[in-house]
């Protein structure tokens, strides 16, 4: 299967996109990042309410090869988590841009949206990552 990187997201180095909806950013990881994982077998998420920092981990995902920290691209507050996935991570599998999203964070400054990139420049920058 190709990996798929749509347009309307933004993306970071760490293979969190972000979807923006007013003030509303939905937060999930890229397909390219679970091809890399493989098989998952753990998903920790923050919980309704927490505050969450640009840059600073705000969860984990695990799976039978690794554990990977997930990185917030965004400052804001934590108003909805999607629990479905802990119950079963097939949905995060084979759906990360669409049901499988993880939380959804009211931004506190959307100017931070500004320094992620577009599906065209993630893409190239996926491309590097696997020459290396």
Same mark, same amino acid.
Request: with cysteine; charged share 25%.
């Given at each position: 299967?190709?990996?798929?990187?749509?347009? *309307?997201?933004?993306? &970071?180095?760490?293979?969190?996109?972000?979807?923006?909806? %007013?003030?509303?950013?939905?937060? @999930? /990881? $890229?397909?390219?990042?679970? *091809?890399?994982?493989? &098989?998952?077998?753990?998903?920790?998420?923050?919980?309704? %309410?927490?505050?969450?920092?640009? @840059? /600073? $981990?705000?969860?984990?995902?695990?799976?039978?090869?690794?554990?990977?920290?997930?990185?917030?691209?965004?400052? %804001?507050?934590?108003?909805?988590?999607?629990?479905?996935?802990?119950?079963?991570?097939?949905?995060?599998?084979?759906?990360?841009?669409?049901?499988?999203?993880?939380?959804?964070?009211?931004?506190?400054?959307?100017?931070?949206?500004?320094?992620?990139?577009?599906?065209?420049?993630?893409?190239?920058?996926?491309?590097?990552?696997?020459?290396?």
């Amino acid at each position: 299967m190709r990996t798929y990187y749509p347009d *309307k997201l933004k993306y &970071t180095k760490t293979h969190v996109w972000v979807k923006l909806k %007013g003030r509303i950013a939905t937060i @999930g /990881i $890229t397909q390219y990042m679970l *091809k890399r994982l493989g &098989t998952l077998i753990y998903l920790d998420l923050p919980q309704v %309410g927490d505050e969450l920092l640009a @840059g /600073i $981990t705000f969860g984990e995902v695990e799976s039978i090869n690794a554990i990977s920290d997930l990185t917030c691209p965004v400052e %804001g507050t934590v108003i909805k988590d999607n629990k479905r996935l802990l119950e079963d991570l097939d949905i995060l599998s084979n759906d990360p841009y669409g049901e499988g999203w993880l939380i959804k964070v009211r931004i506190a400054n959307l100017k931070q949206l500004n320094s992620l990139m577009t599906a065209e420049e993630y893409k190239k920058y996926t491309e590097n990552c696997a020459e290396q």
